[in-house]
């Protein structure tokens, strides 16, 4: 798996040839929701007044934050001044095209943004849990290649291999921006135990499927997470966030 945080300031500087993911413990930035409220447009202020139960409020507020942080410090600008528009099929993307590819995900307690101008880009994290079915689940959306994969790996570890293929899978869909458009079946991924980079294959289109690079990221043993970008010989540099790196005005 990917691991490691080389990534020590968020300096803005992006080769053509990365993706930049970012982390961040959300409870541990709950303390600054005040000063991080502001930065969000009205649109965003509105949804988040719509949440009724705190802690999806309070998510969706901070993720929103750092990901106009994060996209303004590439973009040199104010966060306040990053506009989003949504694509076909409802995938956030810059208003203005100029070449820098985003997406974010987030689960209970943690959200991941990637960045890179490599090409389209997508992200997944979800926390490992157990009050769910594997087996079925893998038979219902994974491929039949990936659905015999899990069924293969052992009973203690089917949870975590399940949303280890999960979240590749959401990686790729989110990338191409297809939404529920995409087929899960018409694709695999299946992960290797220490190996970071994964190898998709989209069934009946071999060529395809060599235009596009995923890799699994190891966030902490709790989580599992994936990022996937159409675009080959790139690397993968990972960095954690925190309030207190930045200066919020």
């Known amino acids: 798996m990917m691991t490691g945080s080389d990534l020590i300031e968020m300096d803005g500087i992006l080769s053509s040839n990365e993706i930049h993911v970012w982390h961040t413990d ?20 509105s949804r988040a007044a719509r949440f009724i139960v705190p802690e999806p409020r309070i998510q969706f507020i901070l993720s929103r934050a750092f990901l106009r942080i994060t996209l303004g410090r590439y973009l040199h600008i104010e966060p306040r001044d ?5 694509a076909e099929h409802g995938k956030p993307e810059l208003a203005e095209q100029n070449g820098l590819y985003f997406n974010l995900s987030h689960t209970d307690g943690e959200t991941v943004i990637a960045v890179t101008r490599a090409g389209r880009v997508g992200i997944d994290v979800e926390r490992i849990r157990e009050n769910l079915d594997p087996l079925q689940l893998g038979t219902r959306f994974f491929s039949t290649k990936e659905s015999e994969w899990l ?10 291999a399940f949303f ?29 135990p220490g190996e970071s980079e994964l190898q998709l294959e989209i069934y009946g289109k071999p060529e395809e499927s060599k235009r ?27 960095g954690s966030w925190s309030t207190a790196a930045v200066k919020i005005s």
Not at 82 to 86: A, I
Not at 152 to 160: E, G, K, L, N, T
């Open 26 to 45: 959300l409870t541990a930035q709950e303390e600054a929701i005040e000063k991080l409220f502001p930065l969000l447009d009205h649109h965003e202020q």
């Open 82 to 86: 990053v506009h989003f528009q949504l």
């Open 164 to 192: 280890a293929c999960w979240t590749a899978k959401e990686a790729y869909v989110k990338a191409r921006g297809a939404g529920l458009s995409a087929p899960l079946d018409g694709f695999g991924v299946i992960p290797h």
């Open 212 to 238: 596009w690079s995923m890799w699994q990221l190891y966030l902490g043993a709790a989580l599992q997470s994936a990022v996937a970008v159409e675009a080959v010989n790139c690397q993968v540099r990972v």
């Open 151 to 160: 069924r293969s790996q052992p009973a203690d570890q089917r949870f975590a």
